[in-house]
Nanobody, 121 residues
Framework: QVRLVESGGGLVQAGGSLRLSCAAS????????MGWYRQAPGKQRELVAT???????NYVDSVKGRFTISNDNAKNTVYLQMNSLKPEDTAVYCC???????????????WGQGTQVTVSS
């Protein structure tokens, strides 16, 4: 089994910063990519950022220049540094990992439970 555990959410004032972490554990043969999604109340879930095992990154336009995603392959961990936070960044942030549990099986996307980020104005 694979488990993703997020940490680092909380309450912050607009303009502040938070750093989210997500560690994947369990039976993992290889990780293709990890990422972060978020869902605000009454809104659809959206992809925030992804990072491949090779370090290539992708961001939704609304966070470019403010958020930075990074990974530590040795620790199967992904981070999301969030700066210049805005009230519209308020959401539950969920970690994902696209990985293989054994080399001969196709990759599968696993999800964490989510961590709340609240930005006050």
């Amino acid at each position: 089994q694979v488990r993703l555990v997020e940490s680092g959410g909380g309450l912050v004032q607009a303009g502040g910063s938070l750093r989210l972490s997500c560690a994947a554990s369990g039976t993992i043969a290889s990780i293709n990519s990890m990422g972060w999604y978020r869902q605000a109340p009454g809104k659809q879930r959206e992809l925030v950022a992804t990072v491949t095992s090779g370090g290539s990154t992708n961001y939704v336009d609304s966070v470019k220049g403010r958020f930075t995603i990074s990974n530590d392959n040795a620790k199967n961990t992904v981070y999301l540094q969030m700066n210049s936070l805005k009230p519209e960044d308020t959401a539950v942030y969920c970690c994902t990992a696209d990985l293989r549990t054994v080399w001969y099986r196709p990759p599968y996307t696993y999800w964490g439970q989510g961590t709340q980020v609240t930005v006050s104005s």
